[in-house]
């Protein structure tokens, strides 16, 4: 059974620091998904990761996946309050057919 | 950009009623899955359909059903509802691309069982 575990599950930083949030998943897979979710809001997507060693930037947020470790990794750079939300990285459970497994969520807020 | 419409945002219903949640999607896709939230738990699968009468149960299927009678519509339903059903329900749809798109979400509903 597919098993995807996030850390840290909640993180206060400081605006202008940098930090890095893992999601670390039980079995192969080569798809990754990022999600971000505001208070009272939906699932908004952020990153699709395709393949080993994919990187993919958009603003301050960059997000990296390692197959071989079952790992991705969620890099801000500089926070900024506007980034303060739940983040979610989710894996593609069986036979790459777009059921995804989630994991408990990163809650990060960014005090100025 | 895709819309994928849940028909309440906010229900309360008192146990063992009969819970109808509906979502409709207006991209064509595929694909349709119903997820709960619960905190700490992040979004647990409950049900999805890759096709119209199709279904597949997901990690968490007890207690509901789905019906999916029309491609752009995924209903859940709570046949009896109990306390323990109380969270938010997350709609989802996808294009069927071997799983390299992105699941797209509605709004959810926060489903109380009183």
């Known amino acids: 059974e597919l098993k995807v575990e996030q850390n840290p599950l909640f993180l206060s930083m400081q605006e202008g620091k940098n930090y890095t949030i893992y999601c670390n998943y039980s079995?192969?897979?080569?798809?990754l998904y990022w999600y971000r979710q505001d208070p009272g809001k939906s699932l908004e997507s952020l990153f699709v990761?395709?393949?080993?060693?994919a990187v993919k930037q958009e603003g301050r947020l960059m997000a990296s996946l390692d197959t071989k470790a079952r790992l991705s990794t969620l890099h801000i750079t500089a926070a900024v309050h506007d980034l303060s939300a739940t983040y979610f990285c989710a894996v593609d459970g069986s036979s790459n057919t777009g059921k995804l497994i989630f994991g408990q969520g990163t809650t990060l807020q960014v005090k100025p | 950009d895709v819309k994928v419409t849940q028909s309440s945002r906010y229900l309360v219903k008192r146990t063992g009623e009969k819970v109808f949640l509906e979502c409709v999607q207006d991209m064509d896709h595929e694909n349709m899955f119903w997820y709960r939230q619960d905190p700490g738990l992040g979004l647990r699968l409950i049900y999805f359909s890759y096709d119209v009468k199709m279904k597949e149960k997901g990690d968490i299927p007890e207690g509901y059903s789905v019906s999916r009678e029309k491609k752009e519509r995924f209903s859940l339903i709570l046949e009896s509802a109990s306390t323990n059903q109380t969270s938010m329900y997350l709609c989802?749809?996808?294009?069927?691309?071997?799983?390299?798109?992105?699941?797209?979400f509605g709004n959810g509903t926060r489903l109380t069982v009183t």
């Open positions: 079995t192969t897979s080569d798809r």
């Open positions: 990761l395709l393949s080993n060693g």
């Open positions: 989802a749809s996808s294009l069927f691309h071997r799983g390299q798109s992105p699941l797209h």
